[in-house]
């Protein structure tokens, strides 16, 4: 029933863009801040950006500040990662997460399949 999916992976050369998407169902979405989450062979998951319940303040890793922008869509119940000025260290399997005070859904039914993002000329 709760489910997040991520899309929009792929390959690009550096200094070039993605958009990635998370679609939500089976919760509030609009109760939830959504998250972007990454994780390169052989490194831990890091926190990417963040966004609140109501898109009112977002949060990035020093890392990808300035060039990454995270934003959601309440009528479609999505959250967006815009990726500019792709860097090689930004490749990694990206995963999105839905946050509360009381859990999240990666706590409570796993996390998803992620989708693959490769940044190499």
């Known amino acids: 029933q709760v489910q997040l999916v991520e899309s929009g992976g792929g390959l690009v050369q550096p200094g070039g863009s993605l958009r990635l998407s998370c679609a939500a169902s089976g919760f509030t979405f609009s109760s939830y801040a959504m998250s972007w989450y990454r994780q390169a062979p052989g490194k831990e998951r890091e926190l990417v950006a963040r966004i609140t319940s109501d898109g009112g303040s977002t949060k990035y890793a020093d890392s990808v500040k300035g060039r990454f922008t995270i934003s959601r869509d309440k009528a479609k119940n999505t959250v967006l990662l815009q990726m500019n000025s792709l860097k090689p260290e930004d490749t990694a399997v990206y995963y999105c997460?839905?946050?509360?005070?009381?859990?999240?859904?990666?706590?409570?039914?796993?996390w998803g399949q992620g989708t693959q993002v490769t940044v190499s000329s």
């Open positions: 997460n839905a946050e509360s005070m009381a859990g999240s859904v990666s706590y409570a039914v796993g």
